[in-house]
């Protein structure tokens, strides 16, 4: 297809099988703003950088994730949304993110064994496998059947509440090995009994999620999964077990699956791969390779995520495809992008790079970056130029600390201690 037949697809609608329409086929992926106030709600800073992107054309807005327990976060300055948290702050936030017409889907999570020590709570994990590779992280313990009826529970949960606050959908998310894509992973689950074994078991928690998370819904509101096409590990999580979950997942009404990749363990999301895959972050689309199988044989429409920053590299993904283009660090950058695409104007460079050597400190210094720049977004109302990603990091040091005490406060006061 030539270049203006692309842009066509690029700015043309897409409807849903559950009947929901997006406008185009730009999609902001989730990212994690760090922005909750004080009771782990919503406030007017989410709300404001929610009404910038929206007025900024992406055709869907994918929140950051939201935690469906308290007590097992990816971070102090999280969104918590289980069966106690006040609704209105969520229902603010929904009108925010939909006030420009884009759909607004709430991001769903829970952390699984990818939760920090220092932060208290639960590291549930499908068995007691410890993160290789990566510190800080605190011990996990194996689910028990319980456990994961409560997990189904919280998720189906956050969904009905997220949807009654006037979300448009949900995104399950299944990717980046938090406890979702824990139990679909051969290395984190060693299980022996019905949720561990061959993928179709490993699987089993996330069906079950989706099955329980779609009778809590009412029709129409729209549902999605994000999904890994590989952990990066060897004996881990591969292609062909994205193929395999994927072909599970057509059995139930799900409208999109968003393809990424990586872990804690391995932040391929980031940009930050081995050296076997430098052709491929050379490349826009880290994860298009990966994705073509998967995007072929998949009847559900799919979303890919991950390094695109160009209209041109947006094109060459829905060339192969792929449904609708998952954008993060380039609409933090540019909130307007979309709108700067469709004029023919370029979007922003690259983020700085890390002075870092180490791939970890890389990656948590390019999201510091990140966090920086919404923050900034939110206070002031437009995204700053640049930043250091390494004076990021150091700030974001320095604030972390004082919101886990926050945190923790918060934590401590709400849930008694079981022993009186
Ligand atoms: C600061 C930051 C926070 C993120 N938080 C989330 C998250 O909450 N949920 C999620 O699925 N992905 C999250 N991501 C990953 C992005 O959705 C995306 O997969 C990744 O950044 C690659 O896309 P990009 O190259 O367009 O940034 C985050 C990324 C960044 C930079």
Redesign the pocket.
Known sequence: MQGSDQAEVLFSPLSLPGGAVLRNRIAK????ENLAAEGQIPDHRLRRLYRIWGAGGAGLLIT??VMVDARAM?GPAGVVLDARAPLEPFAAWAAAARSGGAAAWM?L?HPGRQVRADLGGVAWSPSAVPISGAGGFARPVAMDEADIRAVTAMFASGAARAIEAGFTGVQI?A??GYLLSQFLSPLANRRTDRWGGPIERRARLLIEVVRAVRAAMPAGAALGV?LNTADFQRGGFRQEDALRVVELLAEHPVDLVEL?GGSAERPA???VLDGADDRTRAREA?FLDLARDVVAASPIPIML?????TAAGAREVLRAGVAVV???????QCPTLPREWSLGRPGPGPLPASAASDKATVSAA??AA??WI?RRTAARGAAPESTDPDAALRLDARRRARLLRRYRGWLAGRTPPRDG
């Open positions: 992926a989730s990212m994690e950051g994730n990816t991001q999570n998310h990717a980046h994000k990424s999301m980031h940009g880290y995520t991950g390094g695109i920053r998952g954008v993060a660090t380039a609409l933090a390019k999201q990140v966090r919404l």
